[in-house]
Each structure stands twice: as structure tokens, then as C-alpha cells.
């Protein structure tokens, strides 16, 4: 991804680094964006926990995920059915294949407790939070939601 963006963008600036332990001063931005990324990392909570550290006050942290319920179940004909314990972090594996192009996925499962409780624990403030549909079915997609620290 690094070659990438840099490919895409000389000039631009790019880190990596461990998202639970950040190398940059506390309060330095003014927003975080975290885009279908938090449901990958180990330590989900740290990685909030560190997002509000490096975060000013007041500042605005944007996150998408899949929404948790789409993990827990899937549709057999027109019904959607719970098949896992939606109540629990569990680990998430699937394979995709469109177009003749196949990528798979891996990563944690959690319900949307679990990020709730690490938003506010880290002293995020839930400004919004929305439900995408799925396209052409009558479940969520994603879940959107922006918090503020305090």
C-alpha cells in the first residue's frame, strides 16, 4: 500500500506503523479516519485508545466498518440467518470473488458494543452513526459513525 500511495503521490508523506502505538506527539491532528480498517486490527481498542491520544480536543475521528451484523449471519434464499454468536469477538475469514479476481479477507468480528465501549472508554463522544443498506438486500452494509473526543 506504501509503494502505492507514494506511486500515486510523490510529495505525499507515509508511515507505517502498529495503529495501538502511533510514532507521532499527542494532540497533533485534528482528524482521524479509520476506512474498513479497525475490524483488521489485534488490539481494536488500543488502536482507538491511540487514535484519541494523538488527536487534539475537540477533534473528530470518522470510522467505517463492515457492519457487525453482516458477520453473524448470512442469507439462505431470502432469509438471513444468525449462524454465529453475534455477542462475541470472534475471528472473521471470507473470500470474495468478482470479475475473475478472488481476495480474501481476515480479521475480528465485533459487535457493535465492542466499539462503542472503546470509543467511550478512549473518551470519544458519538456525534452520529449510520447504517448503509446492503445493495439489493434488506441489511446493513457498513457502519458509519463519528465521534469527537472530548
Do not use: K, Q
Not at 500500500?1 to 499527542?26: K, S
Request: charged fraction near 25%; proline fraction near 9%; include cysteine.
Amino acid at each position: 500500500m506504501l509503494l502505492h500511495a507514494r506511486e500515486a503521490d510523490p510529495e505525499g508523506e507515509y508511515v507505517l506503523a502498529d495503529a495501538a502505538a502511533l510514532p507521532f506527539d499527542e494532540g497533533a491532528f485534528d482528524c482521524a479516519v479509520a476506512f474498513n480498517s479497525l475490524m483488521d486490527v489485534d488490539d481494536m481498542p488500543g488502536a482507538v485508545r491511540e487514535t484519541a491520544r494523538v488527536l487534539e480536543p475537540g477533534a473528530r475521528f470518522c470510522i467505517c466498518i463492515t457492519h457487525p451484523f453482516r458477520d453473524a449471519g448470512a442469507f439462505r434464499g431470502e432469509t438471513f440467518v444468525i449462524a454465529e454468536p453475534y455477542l462475541e469477538t470472534r475471528p472473521f475469514e471470507l473470500t470474495v470473488a468478482r470479475a475473475g479476481l478472488e481476495v480474501s479477507f481476515s480479521g475480528w468480528a465485533h459487535p457493535l458494543e465492542t466499539y462503542t465501549r472503546a470509543l467511550e472508554d478512549a473518551g470519544f463522544v458519538i456525534e452520529a452513526m449510520r447504517e448503509p443498506p446492503d445493495p439489493g438486500r434488506p441489511i446493513p452494509n457498513f457502519l458509519l459513525i463519528r465521534a469527537r473526543r472530548r
